[in-house]
C-alpha cells in the first residue's frame, strides 16, 4: 500500500551528459499521483531533455528515478506506464482518427470490438465524436492535436507527459485547448508533465511550476 507521503513520480539527482555538456545537474524532484507540473523555462534548459528521461527516451547519466515506488531509471519506453504527446502532432497520416487512436490499445491486445468501444469514448471526450473515419489532413492543428492526446490517454496511462503541446497552434485555439485539457485532466485525475517556454500556459495550467535556468 502506497502511503500519500511516497510521491506518485520520484526524481533523485539525475545528471545527463551529451559528451562533454551537462544537460541536466543532479535534478531532484517529487510529485504527486494526480498533480499537474508544468516544465517552465528556455529553450536549451533541460526541460524536454528531463520529459524524455521520464519517457525512457534519453537515459541518465547517472540518478534514479521511480514511477508508483518502482525503479524505471533505466527502462526501455514500453516497459513504462506513460502516454506522450508531442509538438508536432505525430499521428499516422495514413491511417483514420479512428485507427490512429486504436493502434496501441491493439498492441496492448483488445479485440477490435473493444478498442472500437474505447475509440468511440474517447471520440466523444475530445469533441470529434463523429471524426473517427477522417484522416489527419482533413483536420484542423487543434484537432489533430487532441487527437493526439486521446490516443495518448486512451491506453488509460498512469502518466501523461506533454511537450509543448500547443504550441504548435495558433493563439485562440491554444487558449481553448488549454482549458480542455485542464478539465480532462481533473476530470481523470491522471498525473501530468507538461513542457512549456510560455509562462502564462505555465501559471493557467499548473498546480505547480517547476522553473528551469541555465545553471
Given at each position: ?45 533541460g ?90 489532413n ?35 485555439v ?26 502564462e ?15
Amino acid at each position: 500500500m502506497m502511503t500519500v507521503s511516497n510521491p506518485y513520480l520520484d526524481i533523485k539527482n539525475v545528471v545527463k551528459q551529451f559528451g562533454q555538456f551537462t544537460a541536466l545537474k543532479q535534478i531532484s524532484l517529487a510529485i504527486n499521483k494526480g498533480e499537474f507540473v508544468c516544465f517552465l523555462g528556455p529553450s536549451g534548459c533541460g526541460k524536454t531533455t528531463l520529459l524524455r528521461a521520464i519517457a525512457g527516451l534519453d537515459l541518465p547519466t547517472t540518478g534514479e528515478i521511480h514511477q508508483a515506488d518502482k525503479d524505471i531509471t533505466f527502462l526501455p519506453p514500453e516497459k513504462r506506464d506513460f502516454g506522450i504527446v508531442f509538438q508536432s502532432y505525430a499521428l499516422f497520416p495514413n491511417l483514420t482518427v479512428q485507427e490512429n487512436i486504436a493502434i496501441g490499445l491493439k498492441n496492448q491486445g483488445l479485440s477490435n470490438k473493444e478498442a472500437l468501444e474505447k475509440v468511440e469514448h474517447w471520440l466523444e471526450m475530445i469533441g470529434l465524436p463523429t471524426s473517427g473515419n477522417k484522416y489527419p489532413n482533413q483536420l484542423s492543428g487543434g484537432q489533430q492535436q487532441r487527437v493526439a492526446l486521446a490516443r495518448a490517454l486512451a491506453l488509460s496511462p498512469g502518466l501523461l507527459l506533454l511537450d509543448e503541446p500547443l504550441s504548435a497552434l495558433d493563439a485562440k485555439v491554444r487558449t481553448h485547448l488549454r482549458e480542455e485539457i485542464c478539465q480532462m485532466q481533473r476530470k481523470l485525475g491522471i498525473t501530468t508533465i507538461m513542457v512549456t517556454h510560455d509562462q502564462e500556459e505555465a501559471l493557467s495550467m499548473a498546480d505547480r511550476i517547476v522553473v528551469m535556468n541555465h545553471a
